[in-house]
């Protein structure tokens, strides 16, 4: 069983920076892509970020503020997120598309969420 644990989450005033990370633990044969999703109240989950093993998207509203980047050895994710605003807020998801086992399908891990709140 793959586990993914968040830390990171907080408040902070508009226009201030928090970083988020995640770790993978488990067996597992390799992690393909990492990801960050969030969640506001009364909306879908959307896709924040994702990093491939070669390379990087990010949803139009983050790009120029949000930075995905990946440890490769540590099975780790980050979000470092600056000139964060208030529409930001909503708990952020970390994701990962993990093949088990070589030859395997991949499947899809959710971390339990950690919360980001801006205030204006």
């Known amino acids: 069983q793959v586990q993914l644990v968040e830390s990171g989450g907080g408040l902070v005033q508009a226009g201030g920076s928090l970083r988020l990370s995640c770790s993978a633990f488990?067996?597992?044969?390799?992690?393909?892509?990492m990801a960050w999703y969030r969640q506001a109240p009364g909306e879908q989950r959307e896709l924040v970020a994702a990093?491939?093993?070669?390379?990087?998207n990010y949803t139009d509203s983050v790009k120029g503020r949000f930075t995905i980047s990946r440890d490769f050895a540590r099975n780790m994710v980050y979000l470092q997120m600056n000139s964060l605003k208030p529409e930001d807020t909503a708990v952020y998801y970390c994701?990962?598309?993990?093949?088990?086992?070589?030859?395997?399908?991949?499947?899809?891990?959710w971390g339990q969420g950690t919360q980001v709140t801006v205030s204006s």
């Open positions: 994701n990962a598309v993990v093949q088990l086992l070589p030859y395997a399908p991949d499947t899809a891990y």
């Open positions: 488990g067996r597992m044969f390799s992690i393909n892509t």
């Open positions: 990093n491939s093993k070669i390379s990087a």
